[in-house]
């Protein structure tokens, strides 16, 4: 959670250093009419999803660290319910801030990205932690950021769990998955994992 609220300050100062800081103004009540509005919108309708607590959550410490200066609209899947609309919308300016999967941007081109899509490449969530949030991280949105013409950055990594299988029939080895079908991301090392 530290991480994540340090995270969500340097957004903010980022932000509102490219916006500009322009002169305080008061409502008649006394607060803080916000002069920063930034659009996070991400591809989950659930409230109880952890795209959506994030996002709240992102919204609550940009206005307490900003005191009421910036604020936040957030949209919980109501503006495209699959990543290539965000990412659209992100292009033309209509949001400031999505969430966008390593296979997603692996069909962008990007092919390194996927590397966040190997399966069992972490022994913990400490161990993948340091490695997005160090030196490695660093480089994955270097390369990123060059390979999209600094079209987009990497604000923040974060998981959203593990994948689990959803069905009718228990699995309790590997070989219970023979000749089944299975929906996965549309990511080639997913796909052939």
Known sequence: MKRFCCLCLAMLLLLISLAGCGSSSEKDDGKPVPELNI?????????????TKAAIRFKEVLEEVSG?????????????????ELVEKLELGAIHL???SPGFM????????????LLYLSDSFDH???CVDGEFGQGMSELLSEEMDNRFNIMGYWTCSV???????????????KGMTIRTQSTPVVQKF
């Open 68 to 84: 009421g200066r910036a604020t936040a609209t957030l949209h919980h899947g109501t503006l495209g319910e699959n990543e290539s």
């Open 163 to 177: 994948r689990d299988y959803y069905g009718k029939k228990p699995v309790v080895e590997p070989s219970d998955l």
């Open 106 to 117: 692996t069909l962008l081109g990007v092919n390194e990205i996927d590397m966040f899509s």
């Open 98 to 100: 999505t969430v966008a």
């Open 128 to 130: 993948w932690e340091a």
């Open 39 to 51: 659009i996070l919108a991400h591809n989950q309708t659930s409230l109880e999803n952890p795209y």
